[in-house]
Structure formats: C-alpha cells, structure tokens
C-alpha cells in the first residue's frame, strides 16, 4: 500500500460551488495542506434563470489545480476528485458547448441547480404520478434535470445539436478522463435513474422526453459506476497539461457537492467524544451540508426507506451499496443575506463592523448578546414575537412545495440595527425548526438519527450551529477541518488510487471530528424551540390554511 512508503502522498479535491471553485491538497490523512479559490461568473437572463459556462468552469478548476500542487512533484499526486453542484450542462456532438437560453449565447450552456424556470415542467412531471416519483418524496423539483430536459426541449434551446446532457460533477470527469460513465450519485439523485432497474423508458415517453431513449440513452447516459470509483484510465494527457498532473493520475467518480460535504464529515471516528452515535451504525448520524442551501443526508442499510416530501431513497447515492434520503432547504445563507443585507439599518451594520474589525455577522452575534445582557433575557427567547416563514425560495422537505414563498410576522414600525439583528435572530431560527421538521419526517419514516454532523459555511457560524443544536436537541459535530467538502471530494481521489480500500474505510481515516456543540438549556422545563417551535407551527398552519 502507498502508506507505506517514506515519501508524503496527496490527493486533490475540487469543488464547484455555486459561485466559486475551490480546490484543495489533501494528505492521506485528511489534513488540508493549501487551498485555492477563484470566482466563476453567473448569467441572470431572465426572472428565475441562472446559467454559468461549462469553459469559463473547467478553466477555473485547472487554474486553481495547479496553485494548490505547486509545491509537490506531480507523482506525489496519487488521485484526483471532483464534487459539483448539480447544474445541468449541454454540449453539442463535437462535445461544444449549446446555448440554453433564448439569448443563443452558446458558451453559456450551464443550468444551474438554483434555475426555477422549469416550475411548471416539475409540477406536470408530478402530476403524472409516475413510480419513479417515489424515489424523490412524490414530488418533482424543478432543481432536478427532467424538469429542465424537459423545458429546453419546449422553448425551441433544445437544438438538433444537442447530443450530451451532462450533471456538471460528470463533466468535470468527463473533462479530466474523457469517460462519459456517470456516477451514481448524480444520475440516481437528479435523473431518476436506479441502479436495479436502469432508465425507465416508460418514464421519460410519459414526460414527452422519449428522445432520450434513442440509441441506448447515450444522450443521459448508459455507463454508470459508484461514487470513488476509478473513472476510465485517469487523467488524459490534455487534462493532465491543463491541471500540471500527471497523465494517468486516478480519477474518482465524481459526487454532487453537498454528498461530497456528507463524505468528508459523516464517517469520521468518534472514538473519546461521548456521542451517542459512538459504537452505532453510520445510519445513526445524519450529515447537514449547510452554506447557500443546506442539504441533509441520511442512510440507511436495512433497505430503502420512502419518506414524504423528502429525497431518495438512492442506492448508492453517496455512499455505495447504502441507501440514502436527502431532506434539503432551497434557501439558507442566501436567506440570511437577503434578510439582512435587504433591512434598512444594513449601511450601520456595515459601518459598526468595519469600525471594530469584524465580519457583518460576527458583529450581529455579538450584538445579540449584549442586548440579552441588557434585557436580562436569554438570547434565544429575544425574538419571541417575530416569526419568520423561510420558505423565500420554495420548500425542498418536507413539504416539498416550490411554489411557497417566505413571510415575517411580528415586524415594528422602527428599523433600528435592534430589529436588524432581531430579524437576523429569527431568520436562523426559522431555518433551524426547518431543519428540526425534516429530522421529524425522517423519524417518522424509520430513521433513527441521534447525532449531527456539520460542514459548509454556515457551520463556521456559532449562533446558527448553536440554535441547531437547540432546536433539534441532538449534538452537533463540527469537523477538524473546516473544508470538509474539499476533504470529501478528496476522498474520491484516495478511494479511486486503491490507497483506501473503500469509501467507508477512506473516510475514517480522512475526517476528523474538530468540536461537539450540545443543547443549551435556557430556563427550567423550557426549551426555546418548545416555544418558538409552537408559534412556528401556528404560522405554518394559518398560511397552510
């Protein structure tokens, strides 16, 4: 085994975020050694579309490969992996890139995972009441490709040109090892895809989208393979120029980002940090992936487990050979900077951080805190009349509603940095009874989760970890290293060089428990989110209603 020798091996892993690509040089260990980011440009041509390139993506991801591996022989490099959003991308038969807007500009031929323009596409593929439904809560998301596919096909962005439809984690692969196989975890959790039965032809004729069925599915897809695997014969000899690696270098089957963060925190040993989940199953921790949105991922190994309004169950989804649901909030930190950067008391908050060297919302956290001194009253009750509805971007889980919109109850008539921070307050409170409602429908349907595990960049936040912990009652575990999703992708990388035996066995070794955050009792008896917790539910209710 690579362990074995003196000389330092190192994986890389890169995620495409929403706005960025990141990348990281990981150690056999999981110790991020140096990271690199660079901006990726984001297109708004119309209400609800947002659309990237697939060139100005791939140009970022070698760019920023080659920063991190600077500093390293290129044979110390043992495998690479990359994690995506789930965007959709099109290229042409010459593998070039189409147009998916109206606008023809071809270049920009990336739908992003965000892009609610196929709402009403979702909403018909739903009332088909088609099978494959049951493996996506009974409801179709317009973040999903069907829906997509399916609204190129109608306005006339569906050109005979169109020959690859492509999940954005697959081009990336495809890119570094000119495989067109697909990993599991995109064609089985954006594509309805399974992996005992294969594509359901009867499916896409339903939908209008039997062109897809032409010459064995080449268009979506008819190779897959499990998250990690190793992905044609690595690195091409133009990737490998472009990334500065090696040709050859191992290729791990890509993951969406969010299931990338569920690998680089999920498995870790929590040996001497008495948690419940200590000794338990994997099956007994659940992995929140929390920055723009959040995403949270459970599995399971006794079979599926089919739970209302939430995602899945997927085979092999994220971890192979294992069962996995995905609750999710389409809308988290996004939410938060709407909120607060939306108030009016917003230039203040500027000015009042810049003054004191901080981050805007290091600022509100600290604020909070002093006027709860002031008041005499527990932080997490200084909110207790204003009640926020989340739902600005639609509901993921559970209630699996798109067309929700948000709403805040209990607004004064001033707009003072005061009511700025209160609203901040009830905002990630809000967020975290959303999380705590999809922990319920999970419960509700067999999972029996006592332990959060926690990554992305909300994680970084202590009021929002805090109030999570509050709100579900269950320990929350933050990682070592606070770019677990650049860990898990790295992950793949190790997995695919045959360094690590398996996704479960790389996992252990590579994640690594940082802080465990417990509930904070505020009053005897109490507990804010019994409180909260009921007015939340008598606003559902009305608006529901």
Known sequence: MAGSDPVEWYYVGVDVGTASVRAALVTREGQVKTTAEE???????????????????????????RKVTQGVQRNQVRGVGFDATCSLVVLDQNFQPVAVNLDGEAERNVVMWMDHRAAEQ??????????????VGGVMSPEMQPPKLLWLKEFY????????????????????????????????????????????????????????????????????????????????????????LDTGTAVGASLIDAHAGGLGVIGADVRGFSLPCEDQPITSRMAMICGTSSCHMAVSCQGPLFVPGVWGPYLSGMVPELWLNEGGQSAT???????????????QLQ???????????????RHLSSMAKDLGAPLELLASSLHVWPDFHGNRSPLADPTLRGAVVGLPLSQTL??????????VQA????????????????????????????????????????????????????????????????????????????MEKMAKVGKVVQLACISVGFHWSNICGLCWRHVLGTMMN
């Open 431 to 506: 967020l975290a009874l959303g999380t705590q409602h999809i922990l319920e429908a999970m419960t509700q349907a067999g999972h029996d989760i006592t332990t959060l595990f926690l990554c992305g960049g909300l994680s970084k936040n202590p009021l929002y970890v805090q109030i999570h912990a509050n709100a579900t009652g269950l320990p929350l575990v933050l990682p070592a290293q606070t770019e677990a999703v650049l860990v898990g992708a790295a992950v793949l990388g190790a997995c695919a060089s045959h360094d690590y035996s398996s996704i479960l066995e790389a």
């Open 333 to 347: 930190g996004s939410l938060i900077d709407h909120v607060v950067k939306g108030h009016v008391a917003y230039p």
């Open 351 to 365: 000015e009042q951080a810049v003054k004191g060297g901080e981050h805007i919302y290091t600022y509100l956290n």
């Open 122 to 135: 979702a909403a018909r593929i739903t009332s088909t009441g088609h099978r494959v439904l049951s493996r």
């Open 157 to 244: 962005c569906w050109t005979p040109d169109a020959a690859h439809f492509l999940d954005l984690p697959d081009f990336l692969s495809w890119k570094a090892t000119a495989s067109l196989a697909r990993s599991l975890c995109t064609v089985v959790c954006k594509w309805t895809y399974c992996p005992t039965e294969k594509w359901d032809t009867s499916f896409w004729t339903a939908i209008g989208l039997e062109d897809l069925l032409e010459n064995d599915h080449s268009k979506i897809g008819n190779v897959t393979c499990c998250p990690g695997s190793p992905v044609g014969e690595g690195l091409t000899q133009e990737a490998a120029a472009e990334l500065g």
């Open 418 to 427: 005061d009511d700025l921070a209160l609203l901040y307050l009830a905002t």
């Open 39 to 65: 901006m990726v440009t984001i297109w708004k041509p119309h209400s609800d579309h947002y659309v990237q390139s697939s060139i100005d993506i791939w140009a970022k991801c070698c760019s920023t490969v």
